[in-house]
């Protein structure tokens, strides 16, 4: 995909990427039931049902009443687990769960929109103590994530303070379009769910991918892209060449060749009077 380099003299832009089976293959949440089970933070009868509410994930996503069947699951499971303790868990686990789970594709579209000088900003519904280091290993520059209530104790109450969701995740895009300056008209989004169009309304760019069969429907129906993206692999194995440097570092190299090339231009001229006399 060609992607073209922004230009800085234009308000900024930003690229909008879901998480669960959009840029990893799984749900990010889900897959950490093992992990919760070992921690002692969850029984095995808890286990196998986050097992087969990740089975039925894949098999077919899930529509709005499965999200907030899941929603209301997850936030009691969760009621008492020390925050900290979560953190940690996750990332002694990060690497080996989350690694080899990520889209080649999507690893390559984020690098490609960071050239290009956009934003990546990773919208998940899946909690903040997950979603957060995910979007640092991915080199996401922001991240909106489902928040829960944490007590005076440190522990999760079961509430949720903000859940990201759709609708929310589209108002998530438009108050971060203008906090940071971005020019939605010119913005990408990226998801697999049709509870995400909202978001992906909010974008001049949109993207379906992996979608399930309403989005896909829609995509259709408004002429946006359909990708597919089915090569999960670990980022380490990914080719070091495709490593993408700061917006500050392409701002310098920019910077060494214009004077470089400047300088080209100076002795030649040089050159050619020299020659001319």
């Excluded at 077919?60 to 907030?68: F, N, S, Y």
């Excluded at 007590?151 to 108050?175: M, N, S």
Aim: proline residues 4%; hydrophobic residues 45%; contains cysteine.
């Amino acid at each position: 995909m060609l992607m073209v380099v922004e230009n800085h003299s234009l308000p900024r832009t930003a690229a909008f990427f879901d998480l669960d089976k959009t840029v990893i293959a799984k749900s990010s949440t889900l897959t950490f039931s093992k992990s919760f089970y070992q921690g002692g933070l969850i029984n095995r009868r808890a286990a196998l049902r986050t097992a087969y509410a990740q089975f039925v994930f894949l098999a077919g996503g899930a529509d709005h009443d499965q999200m907030e069947r899941m929603r209301k699951y997850l936030s009691a499971m969760c009621r008492g687990w020390n925050v900290q303790q979560v953190k940690e868990i996750v990332a002694e686990t990060l690497h080996d769960l989350i690694d080899p789970i990520i889209y080649d594709e999507a690893a390559s579209l984020i690098e490609e929109h960071h050239t290009a000088g956009r934003d990546v900003v990773i919208v998940s519904t899946s909690g903040a103590e997950v979603v957060e280091p995910i979007g640092e290993l991915l080199g996401a520059d922001r991240v909106v994530a489902t928040r829960m209530v944490v007590g005076d104790d440190g522990c999760f109450t079961g509430e949720v303070e903000y859940y990201a969701y759709g609708p929310t995740k589209a108002d998530a895009v438009r108050e971060l379009a203008e906090s940071e300056g971005y020019d939605l008209a010119r913005c990408f989004a990226y998801s697999d769910s049709a509870t995400d169009l909202p978001m992906l309304q909010a974008v001049g760019h949109p993207h379906a991918v992996n979608p399930d069969r309403t989005l896909r429907r829609e995509a259709l129906a408004r002429g946006w892209p359909i990708l597919d993206f089915h090569r999960p692999v670990r980022l380490k194995q990914r080719m070091p060449t495709l490593s993408v440097p700061s917006r500050p570092a392409l701002v310098a190299a920019a910077a060494i060749g214009a004077a470089a090339a400047t300088a080209g231009l100076v002795w030649y001229a040089s050159r050619r009077r020299a020659t001319a006399a």
